[in-house]
């Protein structure tokens, strides 16, 4: 009782301190820790042996300062009521460009980071590649930071969709979050949990479409992902403390900062925690101003980052096939094509909903037929070595989606 007390003062503030300042970036990684001790109730022990991985890896000599390029495969889940909600691909690549910008310090505004810290600046040298996308619709108008909310989002049981392999993708689920949130994310203390990865509002997802000011450049995402990658909020998340000043974000080449920063101030910004020379950074990405406004990591944030990714995301950039298509919002694989006897159809099957799959030839005659129902990540097999040779039109189909796929027949 006394733990579901404290979850709840601390969401309680969570949210007054989002109400009383505005949009809301995110939650605090203090809130995200114990909500994942409740779904991983031996989390700590996960905590220790990474821990433990990262020093082995130190005496190793396995430091992480080489500037090889990190792959990302990403997949996003549109979770959506509304017709607006259902985002395009356009505005899914469109999040990919901004990520592939920042995560490199390519983005054309790095130019306005003060000159006093822009020899502090870093190069994460992440790509970001998008590996799928899945679509399902909800009867929910909107999603709250519930632990059900959660739920209903991530988890197919629910009427969610699940996680792909989680070692292997980054998940970004995007959808309507009600309230000020624009977004959570777990950092690696989740690697590989079903909950593992990060939340977005369909309208600070992108650079386009839905996204509306001023959270309309992405910086959202790169905000999130740096959670995912283990950094903390710049001024250490320690505004609930009497001595705001009292943590830092654990980074040595950012100033001790009290508590976030909103809109767009002019540099250079005092704080009671850094009250004269270049004050606090406040365009860093990882504090809450507009997106406008946020330009910058720095090398100590990549170093973490690096090493995040090194000794607890070292899959993530695995050869996957990539399940998207201009044309389409295809998540399903039919291979081979050209085919002899027979095909197999894999991929991400996302409703509960019983799928019809049926072959029609170029007379548009149906020559197979099958309704069944399909779990996550289940292949179909289908024979087909009665049929002649010839173009064949699979069309895979539910109450909710409908895919159609050209084949070949030897
Ligand atoms: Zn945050």
């Known amino acids: 009782m006394r733990n579901i007390t404290i979850i709840c003062v601390l969401i309680a503030l969570v949210l007054y301190s989002a109400y009383v300042t505005g949009q809301h970036r995110c939650l605090s990684q203090k809130e995200l820790y114990e909500r994942a001790k409740r779904y991983t109730p031996d989390l700590d022990r996960k905590i220790a042996l990474q821990k ?6 130190e005496l190793d000599g396995q430091s992480q300062r080489t500037t090889t390029t990190k792959k990302v495969n990403v997949v996003v889940h549109v979770i959506y009521k509304t017709a607006a909600e259902n985002i395009s691909l356009a ?12 995560f490199s310090a390519t983005n054309a505004d790095i130019s306005n980071v003060p000159s ?4 502090l600046i870093g190069n994460p040298n992440f790509v970001f590649e998008l590996k799928g996308v899945t679509r399902k619709s909800t009867t929910k108008s909107s999603f709250t930071i519930s632990d059900d909310d959660e739920k209903a989002l991530k ?46 509002s369909y309208k600070a997802f992108g650079t386009m479409g839905t996204v509306t000011s001023p959270n309309h450049l992405g910086r959202t995402a790169t905000h999130e992902i740096g959670h995912y990658f283990d950094l903390n909020h710049i001024w250490g998340d320690d505004e609930d403390e009497t001595n705001k000043c009292s943590r830092s974000d654990g980074i040595s080449d950012t100033p001790n900062q009290s508590v976030a920063t909103y809109g767009c101030p002019s540099f250079p910004l005092y704080d009671a925690c850094t009250p004269s020379g270049n004050g606090v950074m406040f365009m860093n990405y ?6 406008n406004c946020m330009h910058m990591f720095t090398a100590g944030q990549v170093t973490v980052m690096r090493n995040t990714y090194n000794n607890h995301r070292p899959n993530l950039g695995a050869n996957v096939t990539s399940l998207v298509s201009s044309t389409s919002q295809d998540h399903l694989f039919v291979y081979p094509n050209p085919f002899n006897e027979q095909i197999i159809i894999e991929g991400n099957w996302t409703t509960v909903e019983p799928y019809t799959f049926k072959l029609v030839n170029q007379l548009g005659v149906v ?13 179909k097999t289908i024979n087909l070595s009665h049929l002649q040779s010839g173009i064949y ?9 409908t895919y159609t796929k050209k084949l070949v027949k030897k």
């Open 367 to 379: 020559v197979y037929s099958s309704t069944e129902n399909m779990s996550e990540y289940l292949n």
């Open 116 to 119: 006093a810290f822009s020899g």
């Open 155 to 200: 988890l197919s049981m629910f009427g969610g969709t699940d996680a792909w392999p989680p070692d292997r993708y980054l998940n970004i689920w995007v959808c309507n979050i009600s309230g000020p949130t624009l977004g959570y994310a777990y950092g690696s203390a989740a690697a590989g949990e079903w909950y593992d990865g990060v939340v977005i």
């Open 393 to 401: 039109y699979l069309i895979i189909e539910n109450s909710i989606e």
């Open 52 to 57: 433990a991985r990262e020093r082995e890896a």
């Open 286 to 291: 990882m504090d809450y101003v507009d997106d």
């Open 91 to 102: 505005q899914i690549e469109s999040q990919i460009t901004a990520l592939n910008k920042d």
